[in-house]
């Protein structure tokens, strides 16, 4: 079975700073790892997603992540942060070694605040 | 816009009580998800439908069931409601079980 753990249920960094948002997961299988992020009174929306190709995964609004076996974690990070980036962040893997993209096993969130 | 759609938006019902909550998915999307997000238990995956069958099931209550129609619309159906089941429900679709899963913006369920 898939778990993922998301270190930091609160992030918060500063206008223009780094970001980081960890996730380590557990799979049995070859995982596929996703980042979604959730802004208040909306859905889900992906950022990224890593399915066994390329190890760093750019996504949307210049997130990316990089998928590291040894350390079984999928990072998100971003250089410079804005107010816009203001959110809960998802990591997710999906079940069943990614015969099933949309059944997936969530972190319990991250809340990443900006400051000015 | 993902292209997902849930309707209602909102619902307030008593304890006892039964609902349904639908969602259309995106235009040509073959697969449905539904998930409970609540701050206790976080996002969890109830169940899957592919094309009208029931592909997978997750920790979905007994008192919950859901279908999926020849149109690809679905429906999840919620009896017998209890406080501990007022969360967030989310719809999500994908072409494909293959591939991405695109969220609806949920159906935030009141039970009093």
């Known amino acids: 079975a898939q778990s993922v753990t998301q270190l930091g249920s609160h992030v918060s960094v500063s206008e223009g700073a780094l970001v980081l948002l960890r996730c380590n997961y557990s799979?049995?299988?070859?995982?596929?790892l996703f980042w979604y992020v959730q802004y208040p009174n909306q859905g889900l929306q992906l950022l990224l997603k890593?399915?066994?190709?390329?190890?760093l995964v750019k996504g949307i609004n210049g997130f990316e992540a990089e998928f590291k076996k040894s350390e079984t974690s999928f990072h998100l990070t971003k250089p410079s942060a804005h107010m816009s980036d203001a959110a809960e962040y998802f990591c997710a893997v999906s079940d069943a070694g990614g015969t099933s993209y949309g059944k997936l096993t969530f972190g319990q969130g991250t809340i990443l605040t900006v400051h000015p | 816009d993902s292209g997902v759609t849930q309707t209602p938006k909102h619902l307030i019902t008593a304890t006892g009580q039964r609902v349904t909550l639908r969602c259309s998915p995106r235009?040509?999307?073959?697969?449905v998800y539904w998930y409970q997000q609540s701050l206790d238990q976080g996002l969890q995956f109830l169940i899957q439908y592919y094309n009208g069958e029931e592909r997978a099931k997750g920790n979905i209550l007994e008192r919950f069931s859901a279908q999926q129609f020849p149109d690809l619309h679905s429906e999840l159906n919620l009896s017998s409601l209890e406080l501990g089941d007022s969360a967030l429900y989310f719809c999500?679709?994908?072409?494909?079980?293959?591939?991405?899963?695109?969220f609806g913006q949920g159906t935030r369920l009141t039970v009093v």
């Open positions: 799979s049995s299988v070859p995982p596929y």
């Open positions: 999500a679709s994908s072409v494909l079980a293959q591939t991405e899963a695109f």
């Open positions: 890593y399915t066994s190709a390329a190890t």
């Open positions: 235009s040509g999307d073959l697969s």
